[in-house]
Every structure is written in structure tokens, then in C-alpha cells.
């Protein structure tokens, strides 16, 4: 199974947040090199209670990697301060719906969203983000179909912490996202989001995926194999404009994995992505055997159940590199 790479959407992250940063009214507040003392971490969250401080302590905290390891504990466990966090968050909400979001206002909001995708990527913290429905707060950002820059970090940073959720199997954070949505606004955010949501966000229904309920989920109803399939179909048509290899490795691995359903198999002799056959597509894996292997992987799965046309099948293998 493959892992997607959350460091690199980070730095993206970070490259953004100190752009944006310099061109707002925060363009003072400089990264700080080192926190060398968790005296000097629990000073800055104490420092978020403050609405004075807020604005730089969040800052401080968020663009600072090397106390992210064991941040999320000291985030967790300090008194009130996933509340303020979650207020923070909240207050983008009220500015979703006019023309533009204030620069300064979604900073604050992100560098909040990106403690959080802390307290998500630690084995001690994270079910507790479940146990409290904090995801949640996070579908606003989701819905949204705006796709200028504010927003779309918006979106990138939320699904950032959904990524982190998944990370790591675990079918009860599947149950509960199943549960509450999410798979919609996942699909939302791989027909509006940019190259990097698109690819968060298929790698996100790729983790649902990987558990049985998650395949049990878009099996079971024919629509929601088609919604699931037309949008993947989709983004396979624009990498031809739009090349992405890391997008395509995890489209590639959702259609394998829902081809371990019979009735997924079925489903592709009309759903399957006729670009699949398309040397630009395919060029696009040529030196990667992973995911050669994936996609020959899914042809023969298909052909193996008598689902698809075998025509199909050996003209499809025939242009794959050997």
C-alpha cells in the first residue's frame, strides 16, 4: 500500500504560510528558528489564551518543526486550548460566504488547523480528536467550491488533518468518518481542489478503501461506485493537461482495491477510464514499477471474473512497458 507523503505537502504548507505571511499585516512575526525547551513550547501555548498573543503564538508554534513530535500531548493536554483552537477555526466560517477571505484572518485560522494535524498524527492524541468529533469542524473548509488561493489552503490544511487520521489503518477513525460524511466532500475536493488537494483527498478514499467497510461502502450502492469512479474517471481525462504521477499512483490504487469487489468489476466494463489506454497516461508511470504492477494488477482482476471485455484487456496490456 502507499503512503503518501505528508512532509512534502507540509512544505508546501510552510512555503505558502511565509508568502502570505509577508504580505499581511503579519509580515513582522518571523518563524522562529528553534524552541529549544518545553518550558518555551508551554509558554507559547499558554500564550494562545491571550488574544494580544494568539495571533503570534500560533504562528510560533505551527511553523516550527522541531517541537511538532511532541506537541501534541502539551496541545491536548493543556487546559482549554483545544477549545480556543476550535474558536479560532470557527470564525472563518462567518466570512465563507462573502467575496474574499481576510489574509490575515485565514492565517491564523490555518496555523490553528495545522496544530491540530499534530494532535491527528500522534498515536496519543489522535482517537481522541474521534472521541470528540473534531473532524466536524473541518467540513465547512471542505464544502467550499471556491477555489481561490485563501480557501484552497483552507482546504488543503483540513484535509491535511483528515490525511493524518487515516494514516495509520485503523478501521474505527474509517467507521466514524463513514459515518459523518466524509466521502462527499473528499469527492468535492478532488473535482475543485488543486493537484495537491485532489491528491490528499483520493488518498484519503484510498485509506477508507483498505478496510472492508470502507469497500463495503461503495460497492453496496451502485451510486456511490459511480460518483466515486465518474470523479476518478475525471481527474485520469485532465492528467493528460495536467500531469501528475503521485495523483495517478493513488487513482490507480483505488480502482485496484475496489476491484477486489465482484460487482466493482462488473461495474467497469462502463466506468473504467478509457485514458488508461492513452500513451500519455501511461507514460506517466512508465519508470515507476509500482505502479505498472498496480495497474496490470487491476486489468487482470477484471479479466480474471470474465468482467470485461478480454479484447480490452490485452490491448490495454500490450501498451504498458514490459
Given at each position: 500500500?502507499?503512503?503518501?507523503?505528508?512532509?512534502?505537502?507540509?512544505?508546501?504548507?510552510?512555503?505558502?504560510?511565509?508568502?502570505?505571511?509577508?504580505?499581511?499585516?503579519?509580515?513582522d512575526h518571523k518563524p522562529?528558528?528553534?524552541?529549544?525547551?518545553?518550558?518555551?513550547?508551554?509558554?507559547?501555548?499558554?500564550?494562545?489564551e491571550n488574544p494580544l498573543?494568539?495571533?503570534?503564538?500560533?504562528?510560533?508554534?505551527?511553523?516550527?518543526?522541531?517541537?511538532?513530535?511532541?506537541?501534541?500531548?502539551?496541545?491536548?493536554?493543556?487546559?482549554?486550548?483545544?477549545?480556543?483552537?476550535?474558536?479560532?477555526?470557527?470564525?472563518?466560517?462567518?466570512?465563507?460566504?462573502?467575496?474574499?477571505?481576510?489574509?490575515?484572518?485565514?492565517?491564523?485560522?490555518?496555523?490553528?488547523?495545522?496544530?491540530?494535524?499534530?494532535?491527528?498524527?500522534?498515536?496519543?492524541?489522535?482517537?481522541?480528536?474521534?472521541?470528540?468529533?473534531?473532524?466536524?469542524?473541518?467540513?465547512?473548509?471542505?464544502?467550499?467550491?471556491?477555489?481561490?488561493?485563501?480557501?484552497?489552503?483552507?482546504?488543503?490544511?483540513?484535509?491535511?488533518?483528515?490525511?493524518?487520521?487515516?494514516?495509520?489503518?485503523?478501521?474505527?477513525?474509517?467507521?466514524?468518518?463513514?459515518?459523518?460524511?466524509?466521502?462527499?466532500?473528499?469527492?468535492?475536493?478532488?473535482?475543485?481542489?488543486?493537484?495537491?488537494?485532489?491528491?490528499?483527498?483520493?488518498?484519503?478514499?484510498?485509506?477508507?478503501?483498505?478496510?472492508?467497510?470502507?469497500?463495503?461502502?461503495?460497492?453496496?450502492?451502485?451510486?456511490?461506485?459511480?460518483?466515486?469512479?465518474?470523479?476518478?474517471?475525471?481527474?485520469?481525462?485532465?492528467?493528460?493537461?495536467?500531469?501528475?504521477?503521485?495523483?495517478?499512483?493513488?487513482?490507480?490504487?483505488?480502482?485496484?482495491?475496489?476491484?477486489?469487489?465482484?460487482?466493482?468489476?462488473?461495474?467497469?466494463?462502463?466506468?473504467?477510464?478509457?485514458?488508461?489506454?492513452?500513451?500519455?497516461?501511461?507514460?506517466?508511470?512508465?519508470?515507476?514499477?509500482?505502479?505498472?504492477?498496480?495497474?496490470?494488477?487491476?486489468?487482470?482482476?477484471?479479466?480474471?471474473?470474465?468482467?470485461?471485455?478480454?479484447?480490452?484487456?490485452?490491448?490495454?496490456?500490450?501498451?504498458?512497458?514490459?
Open positions: 500500500m502507499s503512503n503518501f507523503s505528508f512532509a512534502e505537502w507540509s512544505n508546501l504548507l510552510d512555503q505558502w504560510g511565509a508568502s502570505s505571511s509577508s504580505s499581511s499585516s503579519n509580515a522562529e528558528k528553534t524552541i529549544p525547551t518545553t518550558t518555551s513550547v508551554e509558554k507559547l501555548i499558554k500564550e494562545i498573543t494568539r495571533e503570534h503564538a500560533l504562528f510560533a508554534l505551527s511553523r516550527n518543526r522541531g517541537i511538532r513530535a511532541n506537541l501534541a500531548p502539551l496541545l491536548w493536554n493543556s487546559t482549554g486550548t483545544i477549545y480556543l483552537l476550535l474558536e479560532e477555526i470557527t470564525t472563518a466560517y462567518r466570512v465563507m460566504s462573502s467575496p474574499d477571505l481576510v489574509a490575515r484572518a485565514t492565517n491564523n485560522v490555518c496555523n490553528a488547523l495545522v496544530l491540530l494535524q499534530c494532535v491527528a498524527s500522534h498515536p496519543d492524541t489522535r482517537m481522541n480528536l474521534i472521541k470528540a468529533n473534531v473532524p466536524y469542524y473541518l467540513y465547512p473548509f471542505l464544502e467550499a467550491k471556491n477555489k481561490e488561493k485563501q480557501y484552497e489552503y483552507l482546504r488543503l490544511t483540513s484535509l491535511g488533518i483528515i490525511g493524518a487520521l487515516v494514516k495509520v489503518d485503523n478501521a474505527e477513525i474509517v467507521h466514524f468518518l463513514l459515518q459523518s460524511e466524509i466521502v462527499p466532500l473528499c469527492l468535492r475536493c478532488m473535482e475543485v481542489g488543486n493537484e495537491l488537494s485532489k491528491t490528499v483527498a483520493t488518498f484519503i478514499i484510498q485509506k477508507i478503501l483498505v478496510q472492508d467497510e470502507g469497500l463495503r461502502y461503495f460497492c453496496s450502492f451502485a451510486e456511490r461506485f459511480f460518483a466515486l469512479t465518474r470523479v476518478m474517471g475525471t481527474m485520469v481525462d485532465k492528467l493528460v493537461d495536467e500531469p501528475s504521477s503521485r495523483l495517478l499512483k493513488h487513482i490507480i490504487r483505488c480502482f485496484v482495491r475496489l476491484s477486489d469487489c465482484p460487482r466493482a468489476c462488473d461495474g467497469f466494463k462502463i466506468s473504467l477510464p478509457s485514458k488508461f489506454r492513452d500513451a500519455t497516461i501511461l507514460n506517466l508511470i512508465r519508470d515507476d514499477p509500482e505502479a505498472l504492477e498496480w495497474l496490470r494488477q487491476l486489468l487482470v482482476n477484471i479479466a480474471t471474473g470474465n468482467r470485461g471485455s478480454p479484447s480490452l484487456i490485452e490491448e490495454t496490456l500490450s501498451l504498458l512497458p514490459s
